[in-house]
Antibody, heavy 120, light 107 residues
């Protein structure tokens, strides 16, 4: 059974870089898309971006200038870096698998999410 | 970006009721439409993919329909465990976008 688990600091200072990792257990990261999705407290879901197992990335244009998603197949992990954070970046950050196969292009597996607060 | 508009934003219904949520896309997304539920403090869970296909293990009281820009999600007989917020999401184009959510409560 494939599981995803986010890890990283829960508190980041304004103007600094938010860094999170997602560890994939019970399965290989060498297929599908691997995504980051965030949810500000009490609000809806915002797709941040994804990385294909080949290393190709796509980002939300609203965040593109500040986002980097990378993959470490040796550790079965993928990571998110978001630079120059402000209070508006305070959110629960989820990692998720975007299943990519005939008839499927959906987020079928999610991590529980980790709350990141931006505050001095 | 493709805008996804859900209605209603909140809904109160009784156990056993038929519940319907609509989702409208700002442009044609073919059948690339998925539905999720999210309970407080939990990750979203995929219920329906490609408009009308039930994810493995999802009860048959959940269903979806539609095409192009207009989509519908239905619970045929509301159960207490269905209390959650429901989201539609399009996978036709980047960036992936979600509806704003429909919060479902028991009357």
């Amino acid at each position: 059974q494939v599981q995803l688990q986010e890890s990283g600091p829960g508190l980041v200072k304004p103007s600094e870089t938010l860094s999170l990792s997602c560890t994939v257990s019970g399965g290989s990261i060498s297929r599908d898309f691997w995504s980051w999705i965030r949810q500000p407290p009490g609000k809806g879901l915002e797709w941040i971006g994804h990385i294909y197992y080949s290393g190709n990335t796509n980002y939300n244009p609203s965040l593109k200038s500040r986002v980097t998603i990378s993959l470490d197949t040796s550790k079965n992990q993928f990571s998110l870096k978001l630079s120059s954070v402000t209070a508006a970046d305070t959110a629960v950050y989820h990692c998720a698998r975007e299943r990519y196969s005939p008839g499927h292009l959906d987020f079928d597996l999610w991590g529980r999410g980790t709350l990141v607060t931006v505050s001095s | 970006d493709i805008q996804m508009t859900q209605s209603p934003s909140s809904l109160s219904a009784s156990v056993g009721d038929r519940v319907t949520i609509t989702c409208q896309a700002s442009q044609d997304i073919s059948n690339y439409l998925n539905w999720y539920l999210q309970k407080p403090g939990k990750a979203p869970k995929l219920l329906i993919y490609d408009v009308s296909n039930l994810e493995t293990g999802v009860p048959s009281r959940f269903s979806g329909s539609g095409s192009g820009t207009n989509f519908t999600f239905t619970i045929s007989s509301l159960q207490p465990e269905d209390i959650a917020t429901y989201y539609c999401q399009q996978s036709d184009n980047l960036p992936r976008t979600f509806g704003q959510g429909t919060k479902l409560e028991i009357k």
